[in-house]
T-cell receptor, first 110, second 115 residues
Framework: SQQGEEDPQALSIQEGENATMNCSYK?????LQWYRQNSGRGLVHLIL?????REKHSGRLRVTLDTSKKSSSLLITASRAADTASYFC??????????FGQGTRLTINP | ETGVTQSPTHLIKTRGQQVTLRCSSQ?????VSWYQQALGQGPQFIFQ???????GRGNFPPRFSGLQFPNYSSELNVNALELDDSALYLC??????????????FGSGTRLTVV
């Protein structure tokens, strides 16, 4: 079963706009990670935020974490066509397995 | 730029057959995990190996089995293939000591189609 759920399931925006994706999870976590997947290929690790962190930045990415609400958000600023992909949040559960949500399909329109 | 290599990239098998998928971990990584991703879904954890021992398993039947070799490369074997086994199979490696601070490195996957 999936640990988390991403919202929205699909998002379509114009190039240059900001994209925000949300993730909710069910149990306590050590850290939460975001991955990108292009066209059914492998996943690329984007950013990891620990449970004692509230916000983290990496280039055009900004991740927030609210452990009281068991939720996280990923903001991509100044979107580009190359950002078109599916985005997944994942948390570490026992035996260090990653538990993924179903993902948000992001489309950047030129 | 990924350090994890999977083979083959695509595979078509007939129901009831057996398949072996291969993964070469990123250099220096001692942990390898396998995930199954059905179309339109998030990846599902199959199992994980650490220093050649299975140290975690997801909700998959025993016909899904694996191996990790001394060089930390890995195999995923699936017996008695079923149509529902059609999916993208992803291998991911990591260094166990740094997993809390860094994510996994994934391969590009093997697309398995069972007909």
């Amino acid at each position: 079963s999936q640990q988390g759920e991403e919202d929205p399931q699909a998002l379509s925006i114009q190039e240059g706009e900001n994209a925000t994706m949300n993730c909710s999870y069910k149990t306590s976590i050590n850290n939460l990670q975001w991955y990108r997947q292009n066209s059914g290929r492998g996943l690329v690790h984007l950013i990891l935020i620990r449970s004692n962190e509230r916000e983290k930045h990496s280039g055009r990415l900004r991740v927030t974490l609210d452990t009281s609400k068991k939720s996280s958000s990923l903001l991509i600023t100044a979107s580009r066509a190359a950002d078109t992909a599916s985005y997944f949040c994942a948390s570490i559960r026992g035996a260090q397995k990653l538990v993924f949500g179903q993902g948000t399909r992001l489309t950047i329109n030129p | 730029e990924t350090g994890v290599t999977q083979s083959p990239t695509h595979l078509i098998k007939t129901r009831g057959q057996q398949v072996t998928l291969r993964c070469s971990s990123q250099s220096g990584h001692n942990t390898v995990s396998w995930y199954q991703q059905a179309l339109g879904q998030g990846p599902q954890f199959i199992f994980q190996y650490y220093r050649e021992e299975e140290n975690g398993r997801g909700n998959f039947p025993p016909r899904f089995s694996g191996l990790q070799f001394p060089n930390y490369s890995s195999e995923l074997n699936v017996n008695a293939l079923e149509l529902d086994d059609s999916a993208l199979y992803l291998c991911a490696s990591s260094l166990a000591d740094t997993l809390a601070n860094y994510g996994y490195t994934f391969g590009s996957g093997t697309r398995l189609t069972v007909v």
